[in-house]
């Protein structure tokens, strides 16, 4: 088992600047490769980003190319998301997520592991 924990989110500003963590436990997190996903009220969940477990190699939707980067620190056990220049459309719950391969996918049915979630609401 692996457990997930997310971290970090809150109220921004538009333009503004957060920084999201999942801390894991359990099993070995650099055999998992990470990604984190997004669920906006009333949408479906979305992927966001994923990285590789161990080449750092990155993945990102469209909608936050530019503004957010994924990284991971396996020496820590922890997945970031730093999330730039944010906008009201970027309000949505936050969830990590742990792949068992060696590098993600943007699909959510493809990971094994899930955190709790933690909400990021930007105001404009």
């Known amino acids: 088992q692996v457990q997930l924990v997310e971290s970090g989110g809150g109220l921004a500003q538009a333009g503004g600047s957060l920084r999201l963590s999942c801390a894991s436990s359990?099993?070995?997190?650099?055999?998992?490769?990470m990604g984190w996903f997004r669920q906006a009220p009333g949408k479906e969940r979305e992927f966001v980003a994923h990285?590789?477990?161990?080449?750092?190699?990155?993945y990102y939707a469209d909608s936050i190319k530019g503004r957010f980067t994924i990284s991971r620190d396996n020496a820590k056990n922890t997945v970031y998301l730093q999330m730039n220049s944010l906008k009201p459309e970027d309000t949505a719950v936050y969830y990590c997520?742990?792949?068992?391969?060696?590098?993600?996918?943007?699909?959510?049915?493809?990971?094994?592991?899930w955190g709790q979630g933690t909400q990021v609401t930007v105001s404009s």
């Open positions: 997520a742990a792949r068992y391969s060696s590098i993600g996918s943007i699909r959510s049915s493809e990971y094994n592991y």
């Open positions: 359990g099993r070995t997190f650099s055999n998992y490769a």
């Open positions: 990285i590789s477990r161990s080449t750092g190699i990155t």
